[in-house]
């Protein structure tokens, strides 16, 4: 009698989650990335101006960021989930990131010394070689970050294995990292002697100012380079040849590379959306309403504490200058606190019952702070009618009190702030691992719901406000509106993640007795 032996598959253990050091190496990345962007938000409108761009170019030109998050991400993360270099998956593409972004800091420092040594004329106000040189190395820029942060959040992903507590504490660590790199970009931006560290930035075509701006990119380029280096020696990440398991993952996808290999990238994308699960669905709707409410604030913050609170204008006098630098000193406090709640989030978590309890309530307060605007900019308003004012001169500052208000709402937004850099992108995280998605793909979808919001909220915040007679208020009560409704769909329709992996020895043992 013959025996029929039947070989199953051994089922194969969940990946292991790498040590908490290497995850944070990795997340480390984000400060040296951030850095740069405090410098862009602080910097680069001035040097624009020192330029000559004309106003409607710097339309276009900060249209630069929405659409390479729109495009790069999903296009980087397709192909890092497909890719097969010995290197990894996401390393390649993080290097990659970090050089292109040296280039385009060279670019961009150096445009006016460019510019002059192509034939711009320094007498003229306007240089156009080296508009053209900085337009260039400003897109090369934004589509450099947005082609390192989502391999970063992807790498985060790979290396916490299917421990969703731990892939909760990389994103937590990583939105650290981030308020690191705005503290880092904002107080170098606010330092007007920082050329000195390097005399050679000075030159004909190159200003003080500009000088200055160089030395921040230097220093920026210098973090960003050194955390990367660091991070990717440190970090191994399963390549397609290191167990059956990937080898069988790397086989599928070539197979479905093959079955369709005339279908282009745009039809993977709708095919992605067309895959996603309603975890996903409900997940990428709370994540575009939340950024509805973020993106007036967000690109107006400053200009708000200029006008209403300040009650000053655009290029005249001195309260506009006065509020922008008070409205830069509540950033730097935003992301103080924005730092300090990120390592707490996963605590502060379990003590209100879960992530999507977490998310739902800070929703909330982010919709109570930005209605705290109206009250802010009332009480400003009716300090300035209650002076007396000789004709001509401009009103006194804001009171202290009002001014403390203010800056107040700059701190208290660092707690929603910080869940929203974190728990949006676990949660893409873990429901993709459930259904089997590629993370890189993934988080570049979610990245759409952060993008399209951001391009329609510049595109209409400036008519919505003037419909109500101009200022930046009707755009924050909207964005009141719209955290409410975040708030609300994250408490009611939003799943709550899978229990996590049992993290101790005891934890698993039992797991395994179970099974």
């Given at each position: 009698m013959e025996v029929e032996t039947i070989h199953k598959k051994k089922p194969q253990p969940?990946?292991?989650?790498?040590?908490?050091?290497?995850?944070?190496?990795?997340a480390s990345i984000a400060a040296g990335i951030q850095f740069g962007w405090a410098l862009q938000l602080s910097l680069l409108t001035p040097y624009v101006q020192l330029l000559g761009i004309p106003h409607t170019w710097a339309?276009?030109?900060?249209?630069?960021?929405?659409?390479?998050?729109?495009?790069?991400?999903?296009?980087?993360?397709?192909?890092?989930?497909?890719?097969?270099?010995?290197?990894?998956?996401?390393?390649?593409f993080i290097a990659a990131g970090s050089a292109l972004v040296a280039i385009a800091v060279f670019l961009i420092g150096y445009a006016a010394d460019l510019g002059h040594l192509f034939g711009d004329n320094l007498g003229k106000p306007t240089k156009p070689r080296a508009i053209a040189i900085f337009v260039v190395g400003f897109w090369i820029?934004?589509?450099?970050?947005?082609?390192?942060?989502?391999?970063?959040?992807?790498?985060?992903?790979?290396?916490?294995?299917?421990?969703?507590?731990?892939?909760?504490?990389?994103?937590?660590?990583?939105?650290?990292?981030?308020?690191?790199?705005?503290?880092?970009?904002?107080?170098?931006?606010?330092?007007?002697?920082?050329?000195?560290?390097?005399?050679?930035?000075?030159?004909?075509?190159?200003?003080?100012?500009?000088?200055?701006?160089?030395?921040?990119?230097?220093?920026?380029?210098?973090?960003?380079?050194?955390?990367?280096?660091?991070?990717?020696?440190?970090?191994?990440?399963?390549?397609?040849?290191?167990?059956?398991?990937?080898?069988?993952?790397?086989?599928?996808?070539q197979e479905d590379d093959n079955a369709k290999p005339s279908e282009p990238f745009l039809g993977e994308i709708i095919g992605a959306f067309r895959e996603l699960q309603r975890p996903m669905w409900v997940l990428l709707l709370v994540t575009c309403l939340?950024?509805?409410?973020?993106?007036?604030?967000?690109?107006?913050?400053?200009?708000?504490?200029?006008?209403?609170?300040?009650?000053?204008?655009?290029?005249?006098?001195?309260?506009?200058?006065?509020?922008?630098?008070?409205?830069?000193?509540?950033?730097?406090?935003?992301?103080?606190?924005?730092?300090?709640?990120?390592?707490?989030?996963?605590?502060?978590?379990r003590a209100l019952g879960g992530v999507k309890r977490l998310w739902g309530i800070v929703n909330f307060l982010l919709a109570i702070c930005l209605a705290m605007t109206v009250l802010v900019t009332k009480l400003a308003e009716s300090s300035r009618h209650g002076t007396t004012v000789v004709a001509e001169a401009e009103p006194p500052p804001p009171?202290?009190?009002?001014?403390?208000?203010?800056?107040?709402?700059?701190?208290?937004?660092?707690?929603?702030?910080?869940?929203?850099?974190?728990?949006?992108?676990?949660?893409?995280?873990?429901?993709?691992?459930?259904?089997?998605?590629?993370?890189?793909?993934?988080?570049?979808?979610?990245?759409?719901?952060?993008?399209?919001?951001?391009?329609?909220?510049?595109?209409?915040?400036?008519?919505?406000?003037a419909l109500f007679g101009g200022g930046n208020l009707p755009a924050f009560v909207l964005g009141a509106i719209a955290a409410v409704l975040s708030g609300i769909l994250a408490l009611t329709m939003l799943p709550s993640p899978p229990p996590d992996l049992p993290t101790t020895k005891n934890e698993r043992a039992a797991a395994a007795a179970l099974q």
């Open positions: 969940p990946p292991q989650s790498s040590p908490l050091r290497k995850i944070i190496l990795v339309a276009f030109i900060w249209l630069c960021g929405p659409i390479s998050g729109m495009l790069i991400q999903p296009i980087v993360g397709y192909h890092s989930d497909r890719c097969t270099s010995r290197f990894g998956r996401r390393r390649p820029l934004d589509v450099a970050n947005n082609m390192l942060q989502g391999p970063c959040r992807a790498l985060l992903a790979d290396i916490s294995g299917s421990d969703t507590k731990r892939m909760r504490t990389a994103n937590g660590f990583y939105s650290f990292f981030m308020a690191v790199g705005n503290v880092l970009g904002f107080s170098a931006g606010s330092y007007t002697h920082l050329h000195k560290m390097f005399p050679f930035t000075l030159s004909k075509a190159c200003d003080v100012y500009c000088a200055n701006l160089k030395s921040c990119f230097f220093l920026s380029i210098a973090l960003l380079i050194a955390l990367t280096i660091l991070a990717l020696m440190s970090v191994t990440e399963p390549t397609a040849d290191d167990d059956d398991d990937d080898q069988e993952k790397q086989e599928e996808i939340n950024w509805i409410a973020w993106f007036p604030f967000l690109l107006f913050d400053t200009d708000w504490m200029g006008r209403e609170v300040y009650g000053g204008e655009v290029g005249k006098g001195r309260l506009y200058d006065l509020g922008v630098r008070a409205g830069a000193l509540g950033l730097m406090l935003n992301s103080v606190v924005l730092g300090c709640v990120s390592l707490g989030i996963e605590t502060v978590a009171l202290g009190g009002i001014k403390a208000g203010a800056l107040a709402l700059f701190a208290v937004l660092g707690i929603p702030q910080a869940v929203t850099y974190s728990v949006p992108f676990a949660l893409a995280s873990i429901f993709c691992s459930n259904s089997g998605a590629g993370q890189g793909l993934s988080l570049g979808v979610l990245n759409l719901a952060i993008v399209v919001p951001q391009m329609v909220v510049s595109v209409a915040s400036g008519p919505w406000d």
